[in-house]
């Protein structure tokens, strides 16, 4: 959803950095071949997410949700030489789609996928990491981060996609909705938890920028 204008996101969107061609051919493949093509990051909050990891330039990574892998290949784009990415993703359907384009990216021996229930998985992975993007199952993003907040790094950087929910987060809420419930309390916990700094940003269907202090 976007809650700007029209031709002002137009705007924004031309006078922003495109998307490099890899990526075109990714995003075109997914919306051919894939269900949900929705769930792609897409081209602008894409070249959010690579800006965002040029300015950290982390050694370590972590995706909540790979999808095709669209998000992960932004985020790879400011990893440092010798950094990597664990991404983890439940539908094991989508590895071949990821790895073509992995292997297409120079990316392939820094990427490391994990298929499963991100729940199960985190506590296994005994690192530290500088970046961490959410972008999965909205009923779990509460469990997401009390997994991660202690295996973050000082001054890295947590990123929460979706957290606008098509504005759903300033409607009545539905009882029956448990992802914009689940999303409510995401989002009053992450300005309140003192061991964060939050910002949450109105890009696409919004995106929160939080830093461990």
């Known amino acids: 959803m976007h809650f700007l204008p029209e031709e002002i996101d137009s705007y924004v969107v031309k006078h922003s950095q495109q ?26 909050q894409g070249r959010v997410l690579s800006m965002i990891s040029k300015l950290i330039q982390p050694t370590s990574i972590l995706e909540i949700g790979t999808y ?27 590895e071949t789609l990821q790895n073509k384009y992995f292997e297409k990216s120079g990316f392939r021996n820094q990427i490391e996928q994990r298929v499963g229930n991100a729940i199960k998985i ?18 779990n993003y509460v469990n997401y981060f009390h997994l991660i907040i202690d295996k973050m790094n000082s001054g890295g950087i947590i990123l929460s996609d979706n957290v606008l ?34 910002v949450l940003l109105p890009i696409r269907d919004g995106l929160t920028i939080s830093r461990i202090k």
């Open 19 to 44: 998307e490099p061609k890899i990526l075109q051919e990714l995003s075109k493949e997914t919306w051919q071949k894939v269900l949900n093509p929705r769930m792609l990051s897409g081209a602008f």
């Open 68 to 94: 095709t892998g669209y998000s992960a290949l932004c985020l790879a784009e400011g990893m440092s030489s010798e950094g990597n990415i664990i991404t983890i993703d439940k539908n094991e359907e989508l």
């Open 122 to 139: 985190i506590p296994t992975i005994d690192k530290k990491f500088d970046l961490v993007f959410i972008d999965a199952d909205k009923s």
């Open 165 to 198: 929910w098509s504005g759903k987060i300033v409607e009545e809420l539905d009882p029956k909705d448990l992802d914009t419930k689940v999303l409510l309390a995401y989002n009053k916990l992450l300005n309140s938890d003192e061991r964060i700094e939050t």
